[in-house]
């Protein structure tokens, strides 16, 4: 006598591809996922080779704003097209890279060195295309200069000359900004029909001449917009200047926020805070 075995469920088959199908269809996302985690703890992580990698994006950021400083009077060349090509390729993937890993993407859109990098990105491609001068777009790369959280929190843990002197740093890091980025918009509206060094010097000779208000008058901008442009230096170029000057010859305080009364800014070597005279616990390094 045959014996007929039943053939086995279908909805056990149907339920065994499914979860074949899900093992698919996930696996795509799960590396996704392990590649934002990967550079999340490079660009926000605490640990050695998150540092590391930090320092070696800013050295990338400095070696990028000395490049467009000294190109920005350049004439236009096959070369330097390519070279622009690749920076702006890299300083694409940063970006890329920055936007992917927030949680809060709106947030870093906004910010003002992000629209900066953004703008200097978009110069960097459409400048062949253009016939118009985009040398002062690319100069806003100089505001993504210590204007990260992650990498001032390196810098104060690992050199106490930065813990001491932040405030003396930053003043010192926004004036240079200004000085040239200011000075590429001068060279754009001044020296426009003449491009070379000699013409980028002249605008930032005109530029810290005005900031200083030292006004020797032998280069001028007479138009409407480069009177207006010469009054905005004046004003904030020398807010500025005082500023860096106040950090430099004030004595230096370090950031600690007492837990009384909040006073945030104290001597390095305070023992009580001079506000509610609460014991302090400032970490030092110690002299020899």
């Avoid at 080779?49 to 000395?66: E, M, Q």
């Amino acid at each position: 006598m045959a014996v007929i075995l039943p053939s086995p469920p279908r909805c056990i088959t149907i339920q065994a591809k499914s979860v074949e199908f899900n093992a698919n269809t996930m696996e795509k996302p799960s590396n996704n996922k392990g590649l934002r985690k990967a550079l999340q703890s490079l660009y926000t992580g605490h640990d050695r080779r998150a540092s590391n990698f930090r320092y070696a994006l800013i050295t990338f950021d400095i070696a990028t704003i000395v490049y467009f400083i000294l190109t920005a009077a350049a004439a236009r060349t096959l070369t330097l097209t390519a070279i622009n090509f690749v920076v702006g390729l890299l300083i694409l993937l940063d970006f890329s890279a920055r936007i992917w890993i927030a949680d809060n993407r709106r947030r870093v859109l906004l910010r003002v060195y992000t629209l900066a990098d953004l703008v200097v990105i978009v110069s960097l491609f459409l400048g062949p295309v253009l016939a118009e001068n985009l040398a002062l777009f690319r100069v806003l790369r100089g505001l993504r200069l210590i204007h990260s959280y992650h990498l001032l929190y390196d810098l104060r843990r690992n050199i106490r000359f930065f813990r001491v002197h932040e405030d003396a740093i930053f003043a010192g890091v926004n004036l240079f900004v200004f000085i040239f980025v200011t000075t590429s918009v001068v060279y754009v509206l001044r020296f426009q029909d003449a491009s070379g060094v000699a013409n980028y010097i002249d605008a930032l000779y005109f530029t810290v001449a005005t900031l200083t208000t030292t006004g020797f008058g032998d280069i001028t901008l007479a138009t409407p917009l480069g009177k207006i442009l010469s009054v905005f230096i004046m004003i904030f170029g020398v807010a500025l200047f005082v500023r860096l000057a106040q950090t430099i010859f004030q004595p230096a305080k370090i950031k600690y926020a007492c837990q009384d009364c909040g006073l945030s800014r104290h001597e390095p070597d305070a023992v009580h805070c001079k506000h509610c005279g609460r014991t302090l616990r400032i970490a030092t390094e110690g002299r020899d």
